[in-house]
């Protein structure tokens, strides 16, 4: 079975700009989580979709912002980048958390963003 | 807010000792408590879980041990491999609308020298 699968891996942009990252999950996962890790901050939950609503938030500003698709693959956009979004992005999915034995995410290998 | 914390942010060991990574939690209220490894240039793989009605789980080569009392969490690997090293996070979940949001501890590098 295909791990998730997070494109671009590295991308350059200046600040202002906004940014698109794309997720595909693992066939059958409906549940996507987005999460930033930075060496000051750690990871830190940015939100959570799942059949494509999104069910929590973390505490991001309305900068960021993601969606769900039908098909479970998910996109996260950040507007008016900022040079404290340079980040790694992870993507992670689940069966669904909310069940007692969907614990277990599965993390993509990340989309390094750099801001200039 | 609350948050996860630990102790070591480095753990060196050799080849075949037993590891031991710590971590504190403030949020008595979180409902499973997760270790992921992540290596360089991947992203966090699951290790294994405990609920919080728990206080001991093994799985292969690694033992997780919670005490609720003091709030602290640990990590056991037996017999540490070089293919061990690797950061290692703490992660507490406590339900919120329908789903478990995760708090993740800041990271342990640990590194097995052969």
């Known amino acids: 079975k295909a791990g998730v699968t997070q494109t671009p891996r590295y991308l350059i942009k200046t600040r202002g700009q906004q940014v698109t990252l794309s997720c595909s999950p693992i066939?059958?996962?409906?549940?996507v989580s987005w999460y930033q890790q930075t060496p000051g901050q750690g990871l830190q939950f940015l939100f959570e979709?799942?059949?494509?609503?999104?069910?929590n938030k973390g505490n991001f500003p309305g900068r960021f912002s993601g969606r769900q698709f039908s098909n479970s693959r998910s996109e996260m956009n950040v507007s008016t980048l900022e040079l404290g979004d340079s980040a790694l992005y992870l993507c992670?999915?689940?069966?669904?958390?909310?069940?007692?034995?969907?614990?277990?995410?599965?993390f993509g290998p990340g989309t390094r963003l750099t801001v200039l | 807010g609350e948050s996860v914390g630990l102790h070591l942010p480095t753990l060196s060991v050799q080849e075949g000792d037993n590891s031991i990574i710590n971590c504190a939690y403030s949020?008595?209220?979180?409902?499973?408590f997760i270790w992921y490894k992540q290596e360089s240039g991947k992203g966090p793989q699951f290790i294994i879980d405990?609920?919080?009605?728990?206080d001991k789980r093994q799985g292969q080569r690694v033992t997780v041990l919670l005490n609720k009392t003091v709030k602290h969490l640990s990590l056991q690997i037996a017999a540490t491999q070089p293919g061990d090293s690797a950061v290692y996070f703490c992660?507490?979940?406590?339900?919120?609308?329908?789903?478990?949001?995760?708090?993740f501890g800041r990271g342990t590098s640990l590194i097995v020298h052969p």
């Open positions: 405990i609920r919080s009605n728990m």
């Open positions: 949020n008595s209220a979180s409902d499973y």
């Open positions: 992660a507490e979940k406590i339900r919120r609308g329908g789903s478990y949001i995760p708090t």
């Open positions: 979709y799942f059949s494509e609503t999104q069910r």
């Open positions: 992670a999915s689940s069966a669904d958390p909310g069940l007692a034995g969907g614990h277990e995410q599965f």
């Open positions: 066939s059958g996962h409906r549940s």
